[in-house]
């Protein structure tokens, strides 16, 4: 069973505006968070974190928000830039250890 | 230079065939992993490593047995190749000082086709 799920395989939005990527789980140990982002013929590269003892993180155009009381995560990208266009994977973890992927969601930034 | 390789980055082999897949990094890191990727699920963990005396098995480890050589270099084997094994595959590598948010640095991926 696929503990974390990505249900929009995909999403499009215009170059500026807000991008919305969401992620939910399953299993209520999960503390760790992360945001990878992948380009084509490439590895994932780390794009932001959260732990379960925040709501929300920033860094830069991108901030995560995390309801646990809702088992879901969602990545904020503002303004929203055609170079972001990518698949973005969210994972969790419950020892920081071994971490549970979703299945992606490929962002499409139209200029 | 890439601070994680992955060797081959394609392979096409045949069923029953046995098959190496290497990975070498130059970060330093002690901890290493190796995932594979099927459209529609996202990456699955195969085994992981957090030094060269320790080997853990991840999500999907049946059909598959892994090498850690050295600090550096970890390798996954495939020892009688089957056609569910074509996939993407992913070496990753990972900072134990990084705590319990360590980032992982992934490879570029090697593309393994069992016909």
């Known amino acids: 069973d696929q503990q974390v799920k990505q249900n929009s395989p995909s999403l499009s939005v215009q170059e500026g505006r807000i991008s919305i990527l969401n992620c939910d789980y399953t299993n209520s140990m999960f503390d760790y968070f992360l945001w990878y982002k992948k380009y084509p013929a490439e590895g994932p590269t780390f794009l932001i974190s959260i732990s379960s003892i925040k709501d929300k993180n920033e860094d830069g155009r991108f901030t995560v928000f995390l309801n646990k009381s809702a088992k879901h995560l969602s990545l904020h990208i503002v303004p929203s830039q055609p170079g972001d266009s990518a698949v973005y994977f969210c994972?969790?973890?419950?020892?920081?250890?071994?971490?549970?992927f979703g299945t992606g969601t490929s962002l499409t930034v139209i200029p | 230079d890439a601070d994680v390789t992955q060797t081959p980055r394609n392979r096409i082999t045949k069923t029953g065939k046995r098959i190496m897949l290497e990975c070498s990094q130059t970060k330093g890191h002690d901890r290493m992993y190796w995932y594979r990727q099927d459209p529609g699920l996202g990456l699955q963990l195969i085994y992981y490593s957090f030094d060269v005396k320790d080997i853990n098995k991840g999500e999907i480890s049946d059909g598959y047995s892994v090498s850690r050589q050295a600090q550096a270099k970890f390798s996954l084997s495939l020892e009688s190749a089957i056609p569910n094994q074509t996939a993407l595959y992913f070496c990753a590598t990972s900072d134990r000082r990084g705590g319990a948010l360590n980032e992982q640095f992934f490879g570029p991926g090697t593309r393994l086709t069992v016909l």
């Open positions: 994972a969790a973890s419950f020892t920081g250890n071994q971490f549970y």
